[in-house]
């Protein structure tokens, strides 16, 4: 017999851990959000950063002060080096 088919799609969807560590969030002058961590299985720090633009982006989006077309446009002009 085979499983019901919400119960498979609810044990594909269980989040996983990927590494656990400390976590620095910083916030730049120019509004880039920088998240710096040290792993539990690693000695040496590591960080990514979210650039200012799309922050605010994001920001204006969720505020609905720009709708999804227009976000899309913004992040093709970013890609595009415009």
Do not use: C
């Amino acid at each position: 017999m085979s499983e019901p088919t919400s119960e498979i799609t609810e044990a594909n969807n269980v989040p996983i851990i990927v590494h656990k560590g400390v976590y620095t969030l910083w916030e730049k002058p120019d509004g880039t959000l920088r998240v710096q961590y040290h792993r539990d299985d690693k000695e040496e720090d590591d960080f990514f950063e979210l650039p200012g633009a799309m922050v605010r982006m994001a920001k204006a989006a969720q505020e609905g002060k720009m709708n999804p077309m227009d976000m899309m446009k913004s992040v093709m002009k970013m890609g595009m080096g415009r």
